[in-house]
């Protein structure tokens, strides 16, 4: 029962602080998250995401990432990596030639621990974003270099051996001009499938300086261990 109402607690606070919203369509974010393991210190982050406007319509963003992770040990990771961004705001703004498309190489570092039944995990990530904005050989195309720092703190509760509660939240802070971009509150029910592969649905707060933005999504989670058996 308590388990129950830190739910039922959380999810309320989430529903309540989500009446301000930046546009009048509820969207989605549709992910898939790796970590291939092939050897004992190394494995290989792969993930994609598509983001819509609304439910799985009017694409918003597709992100492709993916990076080597060194692991020091059970409870702390180090990676670097690179990731592909397309990203078209049209249908929100209602312009045309302002997609973006963005080459970003980022570093990381995640910590882990546990206090009771509650896990959990810090992960700290820097960004070098290089920006393309509009049609190549137009008056409005322009390139720019942006310099990000991220921390997210998430917290895992298990309910069962096959059900858990994931909740998160992540500042993102520009390191030149306004240091404030944005902040992301998510809560989630997730499934434990199978040992390395697991399901969460739940619901993304995204504030930004102007606006906020209602994002459900839904995530797999698959990490294979490509080492050889001894």
């Not at 790796?34 to 963003?61: C, P, V």
């Not at 990432?65 to 078209?88: E, M, Q, S």
């Not at 050989?137 to 720019?144: D, E, N, V």
Request: no cysteine; aromatic share 14%.
């Amino acid at each position: 029962m308590r388990k129950l109402f830190i739910a039922v607690l959380f999810f309320s606070s989430l529903v309540t602080n989500a009446q301000e919203n930046g546009e009048n369509d509820l969207g989605s974010w549709h992910m898939y998250f790796g970590m291939n393991r092939i050897s004992d210190k190394l494995s290989i982050h792969t993930e994609g995401q598509l983001r819509y406007f609304e439910q799985a319509e009017n694409f918003n963003q597709l992100l492709l990432r993916t990076g080597l992770n060194y692991h020091i040990n059970p409870d702390a990771i180090v990676t670097g990596g690179y990731a592909f961004i397309d990203t078209d705001p049209s249908f929100l703004d209602g312009t045309e030639d302002d997609n973006s498309i963005e080459h970003r190489i980022f570093e990381q570092l995640i910590l882990k621990n546990k206090v009771g039944e509650f896990l959990f995990e810090h992960r700290y990530r820097l960004e070098q974003r290089f920006i393309e904005t509009g049609e190549q050989g137009s008056a409005s195309y322009s390139k720019s270099t942006e310099h990000r720092a991220r921390y997210r703190l998430q917290v895992t509760l298990p309910l069962t051996d096959i059900f858990f509660l994931n909740f998160y939240d992540e500042i993102f802070l520009n390191l030149q001009g306004s240091v404030y971009g944005q902040n992301r509150l998510y809560g989630a029910l997730g499934v434990n499938v199978t040992n390395n592969l697991s399901v969460q649905a739940g619901y993304l707060k995204n504030h930004f300086p102007t606006a906020n933005f209602d994002r459900l999504q839904i995530a797999v989670f698959y990490n294979p261990d490509f080492r050889k058996k001894k």
